[in-house]
């Protein structure tokens, strides 16, 4: 079996990060998505929890994805799920090269992972988790960003933190 495994804060999740995870479920025959702690983020807009809501939500079409969360190493997440694969998603040049370093990190640390890369469909390449959170901060339309539900999702959860 092969299985893959896709990390990312996912803060909040996007139509970019969907496709990538679309995409991969046609090449592997388990994708796990994991919300990842990263600590280079200092803050989150969404829990985890949140995040892994949003997730199930805008996957649940795709029958052999499964969403979780984890924090720690991903090298040993993926060993702890016996997954081979690691999915990156890349948008532009400057993605190409931070993921170039980390794959090559991951691959020392243990040989038998193998990082594969998904360029993302050229409708998606403007679109980051920062720049949703940049317009939700504005009270911003962001319905052409996230998949259909989400939207919901996080002015549901944008009303409850508000009150």
Do not use: W
């Amino acid at each position: 079996m092969r299985k893959a495994v896709c990390s990312g804060s996912f803060d909040p999740v996007t139509k970019g990060h969907i496709d990538i995870i679309e995409r991969a479920s046609r090449m592997f025959d388990e994708i796990i998505v994991c919300v990842f702690y990263n600590p280079g983020k200092v803050t989150s807009l969404f829990s985890p929890k949140e995040r892994v809501e949003m997730l199930k939500a805008a996957t649940s079409h795709l029958p052999n994805v499964r969403v979780t969360s984890c924090s720690g190493l991903l090298n040993e997440f993926c060993e702890k799920e016996q997954a081979s694969f690691i999915v990156r998603g890349l948008r532009a040049f400057t993605d190409f090269e931070y993921e170039f370093h980390r794959a090559l990190l991951l691959k020392k640390i243990n040989e038998s992972l193998e990082t594969v890369f998904i360029m993302t469909n050229a409708n998606y390449s403007y679109i980051s988790s920062s720049g949703v959170r940049e317009l939700l901060a504005f009270d911003g339309d962001i319905n052409q960003l996230v998949p259909a539900g989400v939207a919901e999702l996080i002015n549901k959860y944008q009303k409850r933190k508000t009150k």
